[in-house]
């Protein structure tokens, strides 16, 4: 029993490893094919593959592990007494490494053309200017708002994705069509959140999204810089992070009280 159970964690935490990885590989893949080739995706286009990245791994990934692919959503489920505590860990750190791993293969992938950019643009990895390299793969505050303004968008993103994800998959209303199409009616709410909140605020919606691909970039030339953004104020890469899981509980705190209890 005790193997059978070992055997059934290693299988779901690969399931949230490769899943997050999807979004990630997907994601940042057409941020570095629009900012190194001669392909240039619009605002639309690129909130767009977000999308369809988040449905198609949901879909990879939902019979198994249940599709958390958010440590976020991950820790709001531990809190709210849906998920095992002695699997939150191991579905936390699956995703964070998902997320590395894939931010990885996009960067090798990429490599060549992203030496040339640098060549050519004359600019040194480590430095401010890298910063525009490094926002392919990650997320960073937009210097015209202030820290409390970004975090707040932050946390209403993501609380507002989590209000309307839970309804998505409210039980009182689950049929077999509701379980076929709710990966793609995620994958579209992610798309028109990016597409409305991105160019006011760079968001992130998910922990892993911006810890991976920030810790391959310290270790590859970009030092402390990948995580400060090159901002005097630290605390802003704690906006990714913290922001998400305090938007994601907030969200099902509003879900459980207004639309919950009312159902």
């Not at 997320?139 to 968008?153: A, G, H, K, L, W």
């Not at 899981?245 to 009312?262: C, M, R």
Request: proline share 4%; charged share 10%.
């Amino acid at each position: 029993m005790k193997i059978y159970k070992k055997k059934n964690i290693i299988k779901q935490c690969f399931f949230e490893f490769f899943g997050t990885g999807l979004v990630i590989f997907f994601g940042t893949g057409c941020l570095a094919a629009s900012k190194l080739t001669n392909i240039s995706f619009n605002p639309f286009e690129i909130s767009c593959i977000w999308g369809f990245s988040v449905s198609i791994s949901i879909y990879f990934s939902s019979s198994i592990s249940g599709a958390h692919l958010n440590p976020a959503i991950t820790i709001f489920l531990w809190l709210s007494s849906r998920f095992n505590k002695r699997k939150v860990l191991p579905y936390i750190t699956s995703q964070i490494l998902g997320s590395f791993f894939f931010t990885m293969i996009v960067y090798y992938f990429y490599n060549n053309l992203l030496i040339s950019f640098e060549k050519t643009n004359d600019i040194v990895r480590g430095t401010k200017e890298s910063i525009n390299l490094a926002s392919i793969f990650c997320v960073y505050p937009n210097y015209n708002n202030s820290f409390i303004s970004d975090f707040i968008i932050e946390i209403f993103s993501t609380a507002f994705f989590m209000i309307i994800l839970l309804e998505f998959n409210n039980r009182d209303n689950y049929c077999l069509y509701k379980k076929s199409i709710a990966p793609i009616l995620i994958g579209i709410l992610v798309f028109m959140i990016n597409l409305v909140i991105n160019p006011l605020s760079n968001i992130s919606l998910n922990p892993a999204r911006d810890l991976g691909p920030k810790i391959f970039l310290s270790l590859n030339g970009w030092g402390i810089l990948s995580f400060t953004g090159g901002n005097h104020n630290i605390l802003y890469c704690l906006i990714p992070s913290i922001g998400p899981i305090l938007g994601t509980n907030l969200g099902g705190w509003i879900h459980k009280k207004l639309i919950d209890n009312n159902s």
